[in-house]
């Protein structure tokens, strides 16, 4: 059984053994990147596409069940390409990104450090809505044909190598960040949700396009708590998630649904019930989420849903050994009798150790 067989038959509600799965969109252990398969590196280092060969060497080196994540590339019939301006101020290293409008510029300023700073934020009145609105617009002008054809050459040296999903979820707002998120509710509702809807056209006509190149699953991300409301769910993200659903669903593909955060509210008012995804992660208890214990989410949640997760990243990064063999056992122990995928509170952090995802590995085989 291939790796992209064996996923296929857990979907279809097969005993496959167990199953492990680490977060994984690029090389994240503490040896140097290898290619382990007899065929050439298709992406190799410096290349466009390095994280996705990145990502199938991991899989081969650990021996884990893969999932894949890729950016697609839409390619647009008339792109509106920004202008970029770098220069420095003091110790600042300031970058300007500009785009010119019919309605006018749209623009913002962020402070480049290691966690960028935004100093003048894209939209911050109806003028830059009405800006924004026009560019989401432009972003709907795609070249299907040549989307496709470059879209199933990314992905075809995949080969049986495993699935592949990309990063998908209901939609935003152009230029607004999480931090800003109510603020523009609150001051600006009707250009708010005139923008969630134009997203929303857009993104939803790009499905079958995705389906074509070859992708198998949307990583679905939605926060927790921390960041939206129930009220905000409800409202901004339940209508908009049952069409993607329904018509990805129609296209024949699966879903894997991502919150990594405070999510035992929602838990408790049947969101994720109420949509079924195949997979849902990740089952976090505190520090890192809020659930009373894994298998108190696992019984909440309906048992046709497989739910992935939860080891300390920290933990898998730091070892020792021993301690990460018995957490797997401790997450093994909380969801049995239940559909559960071994993996890891959010993406495997650099530098973790080849022989700690590889005790990780085999204790969630055994």
Known sequence: MTPRTKWQAFLRGEDVGPLVAPLVDDWSL????????PEPDPYPPGTPQHSFSQQMAMAAICGYDPLYLVSPTFVLNNPEEPK????????????????TTPNGDLYSIVEMKQIPYTIKPEIESEEDYRRSLWLIERSGDIDAAESMRRGQAVLAPMGEKGVVGT???????RGVTRED???????????FRASVDAQFAVDYRRLELLRGMGFDYLFYCVDGTEW???????????????RIFACWRELGGFIVWHSCGHIAQFVQRGYYDRFLPEIFETMS???????????????RLDPRIATKGNIDLQLL??????????????????????????????????????????????EARC
């Open 30 to 37: 503490a040896e140097p990147y290898a290619w382990p398969y």
């Open 84 to 99: 970029v301006r770098e220069w420095v101020e003091g110790e600042k290293k300031l970058v300007e990104t500009r785009f």
């Open 167 to 173: 990063w998908w979820g209901p939609p935003g707002v």
């Open 181 to 191: 998120l109510f603020c523009h509710l609150a001051d600006f509702p009707e250009c």
């Open 228 to 242: 939206i409301s129930p009220s905000y769910f409800e409202e901004f993200v339940a209508p908009y998630t049952e």
């Open 285 to 299: 208890q505190p520090p890192f989420g809020s659930l009373p214990s894994l298998r108190w989410g696992r019984e």
């Open 317 to 362: 990064h730091d070892g020792p050994v021993e301690e990460i063999r018995a957490e797997v056992r401790r997450v093994k122990a909380e969801t049995a009798g239940y559909r559960h995928i071994v993996g890891a509170s959010d993406d495997i952090l650099y530098g973790t150790p080849l022989a700690h995802m590889r005790a990780f590995v085999e």
